[in-house]
């Protein structure tokens, strides 16, 4: 217990001194950028696989030395903008108004860079899909459908959000049409309310609605949409994605249903960043719009995945071991112990980040499967290999006089390891065991990159609506902590239990 | 404790007729590689008889004791329990060893359970008894045996000579028609010693067929009805004890017991 306290206490510690340190960056002589010909020789921020970082690219190993930044998210891009890591954010026009809203220490430059088209992307062969969107969208443009959509998001102040698209009644079946979309682009698609909303969810709801179909939303990694759409994970993806000769290679698009334009995000030079207390930012982080409930939503799925994963771990380890322990003593189960040494090294030789992609986007490409199921099935295929090694080096482990004693009394192989081998061998890697498992638990933290919304993610989607890393990041190795502390304690205690035949 | 027909006179049983034969060895050879570790064993014990076996370290002593309830293996040759050739393929093992006791040097008590589970687990898995049954029967065992009041505890808590006397009971449990001793004294202090030899000799009163490898040179001449040097894999001479430890013939055998009785 004291030394739970004393580790909680320097978690404080360092809390507070990050906060400290924060609010003391030094505003360092830094490029300042006030139009287009000021680009070369600056620090470019991009969302990777947006347009904008293809516009950017031309600028990249110029003599200049422009350095070209990418991010997963426009709100990282943004962050270190603030931050003063970089000079410039090329981006969308509209995301640029939401975030520069948010940042009162941002401006948007008013030269634009580049004009360009929204559609949909479609996979290449599903023209037939293509062209229902085509005539829908057709239809939504003459009603006027999709300009009050406009409107309602990018449209003047008096006009932004006077023109909800209600979803309309109607009969749904036709199927269903699954979109990919990277929630972190206002007003394009963001969380509100813990729901995916904005201008692409309204345009794909109107076109669902006229075509009878209903509709599913797929958050995931911007760059992870085409292939997605692709692979036939996704039937369209629709999110502020702009037609470009690069993309036309690889996926079909439709007809588009908005213009948008690139613009330039600088810092403010008259405007210093305005600080919010500790309990301010605390309010703002986790209690507006009940933002919270990402770390609990992602902590109840980072849960069940490490719960299941280790079972099926544990079952599959300890399966492997015992094969593989058979055939050393007796030369049983000589294919399958073959098959076990290749999963071993297969498995133990490639990242599970790997294997968790290969899983999903390759083995269960044509099925609509669960996340959560991919996730625990990949982390519990690949623990299975770990466990199977740690079992059998605690067979290995217990003396061999143990298993002589067992058989010399005329009990049987699977008698003597159930009864005598298997509970020692136990006792002895409990706590090779437990840090297997704490490491699982932490590994899980790259489900988001199959779009699950695990703990780590949600400490991410608060992250691009608050545009602080800070604390939301805190929260999650906090409770990461939390979890293995209470791990570590219950391993110890069984530990403790399995000792009494002991001195 | 044994309740079969075998108790009866045993202490003058070398000359018995066949059918009181219990394991009959015919030219047993065993390699480790290439290294033959028994050169061609045969023998005959009968029912009753307590069979020592000394010889210096690596001579196969061992190996031909394991080797009778095959946790080794024999490379050639055969063995035949009670009329059946175990070496044969087919022949259900775990059933035959279920008749053949064996304790080790290193006692091997099962580290996990408790000294009374060590001597239930193997009658109740087996199906021999009900769990009450071989309760009783432990209890009754640990009785003989002078230690009851240890049943709960686990084997980590006792000296060599309580662990032994127990794995002696353990073996006792399953009714076993032959026992086993593999060198069962050499890993006790010596004033534990005595203990474990003494309910070896009370065994052997009873009736029970042992063989017994050993450097108790005065055990082997008190008890055994018969003594058997082994030497390089071979049986170098056999008699019984008074002429074996008075009146040796083989060279070697002389060297050694000049050595161990010095």
């Known amino acids: 217990m004291k030394k739970q306290r004393l580790l909680l206490f320097m978690m404080l510690c360092f809390l507070l001194f990050g906060l400290c340190s924060c609010s003391k960056k030094s505003e360092g002589e830094k490029m300042r950028v006030e139009g287009i010909d000021d680009l070369p020789g600056t620090k470019i921020g991009v969302q990777i696989g947006t347009t904008g970082d293809t516009y950017a690219q031309d600028y990249e190993g110029d003599e200049e030395g422009t350095v070209l930044e990418k991010y997963n998210k426009g709100a990282d891009a943004i962050q270190a903008l603030k931050q003063d890591k970089i000079d410039c954010v090329i981006i969308d026009q509209e995301p640029a108004k939401a975030f520069v809203e948010k940042n009162k220490e941002l401006m948007i430059l008013s030269e634009e860079f580049v004009t360009e088209n929204y559609a949909v992307c479609v996979a290449k062969e599903n023209t037939e899909l293509k062209e229902k969107i085509n005539g829908a969208l057709a239809q939504l443009e003459e009603d006027g459908t999709l300009d009050n959509i406009r409107k309602n998001y990018t449209g003047t102040d008096e006009e932004k959000g006077k023109f909800p698209y209600k979803k309309q009644d109607v009969k749904r079946s036709n199927g269903t049409i699954i979109m990919a979309t990277n929630a972190s682009f206002k007003p394009y698609e963001y969380y509100e309310n813990n729901e995916i909303v904005g201008f692409d969810v309204d345009m794909m709801q109107a076109v669902c609605d006229r075509l009878g179909m209903k509709l599913k939303i797929q958050d995931m990694e911007f760059d992870a949409i085409i292939s997605a759409v692709q692979s036939g994970k996704a039937d369209v993806g629709a999110a502020g994605m702009t037609v470009n000769e690069d993309r036309l290679k690889s996926i079909g698009f439709t007809d588009s249903y908005t213009t948008s334009k690139q613009v330039i995000i600088v810092r403010n030079p008259e405007v210093t960043a305005q600080k919010l207390s500790l309990s301010e930012n605390i309010k703002e982080n986790f209690i507006t719009d009940g933002r919270w409930k990402y770390l609990a ?31 050393d003593k007796n030369g049983n189960f000589r294919i399958l112990n073959g098959l076990c040494k290749i999963y071993l090294t297969v498995i133990r030789g490639t990242p599970v980040m790997v294997q968790i992609l290969i899983i999903y986007y390759v083995i269960f490409a044509a099925v609509d499967i669960n996340k959560i199921l991919v996730a625990i099935l990949a982390f519990g295929l690949n623990s299975a290999a770990y466990v199977a090694e740690i079992v059998r080096s605690g067979i290995m482990a217990v003396d061999e006089g143990q298993f002589e004693a067992g058989r010399s009394l005329g009990l049987t192989y699977p008698m003597t390891m159930t009864n005598i081998i298997l509970p020692q061998a136990v006792k002895n890697i409990l706590p090779a065991l437990g840090n297997e498992f704490i490491n699982l638990l932490k590994e899980t933290s790259i489900s988001g990159y199959i779009g699950l919304a695990d703990l780590t993610r949600g400490g991410v989607i608060i992250q691009s609506l608050t545009y602080e890393a800070f604390l939301p990041l805190i929260a999650v190795a906090l409770i990461y902590l939390a979890i293995v502390m209470a791990l570590t304690a219950g391993v110890n205690k069984l530990e403790r239990s399995l000792r009494t035949n002991e001195r | 404790m044994k309740d079969n027909t075998e108790s009866k006179g045993m202490l003058e049983n070398t000359n018995k007729g066949n059918e009181n034969v219990l394991v009959e060895v015919r030219d047993l050879r065993k390699s480790f590689d290439n290294h033959e570790v028994l050169c061609g064993i045969s023998t005959k014990i009968t029912k009753g008889e307590v069979l020592a076996i000394i010889g210096p370290s690596g001579c196969g002593k061992s190996t031909f004791l394991r080797s009778i309830n095959l946790l080794e293996e024999p490379t050639s040759g055969q063995i035949i329990f009670e009329g059946t050739d175990i070496t044969q393929n087919g022949v259900d093992v775990n059933q035959i060893r279920q ?65 032994q006397r127990i794995a002696i009971a353990r073996s006792l449990a399953m009714n076993p028609d032959v026992m086993l001793f593999d060198e069962p004294t050499s890993a006790l202090d010596p004033e534990m010693v005595g ?57 070697r055998l002389k060297e050694f017991l000049a050595g161990v009785l010095a």
Not at chain 2, 121 to 133: D, N
Not at chain 2, 138 to 155: N, S, T, V, W
Not at chain 2, 225 to 240: A, P, S, W
């Open chain 2, 99 to 163: 008749k053949i006791g064996m304790v080790f040097q290193q006692f091997n008590l099962f580290a996990n359970k408790t000294v009374k589970e060590n001597i239930m687990l193997a009658p109740v898995k087996l199906g021999r008894m009900t769990k009450q049954e071989a309760e009783k029967k432990a209890m009754e065992l640990l009785e003989r045996i002078g230690l009851p009041q240890k049943a709960d505890a686990y084997p980590a808590m006792l000296s060599g000579g309580q662990k």
């Open chain 2, 195 to 251: 203990e474990v030899l003494n309910l070896m000799r009370q065994l052997a009163a009873e009736g029970m067929t042992m063989i017994v490898v050993t450097h108790e040179m005065g055990f082997a001449r008190e008890v055994a009805n018969r003594v058997m040097f082994f030497h390089d894999g071979v049986i170098q001479e056999e008699n019984k004890p008074e002429e074996f430890f008075g009146n040796p013939k083989n060279s």
């Open chain 1, 297 to 327: 939503k992602g902590l109840v799925n980072t849960l069940i995945i490490t719960i299941f994963a280790i079972m099926i771990g544990i079952v599959f380890g300890f399966l492997i071991a015992i094969v593989r322990t058979s055939h």
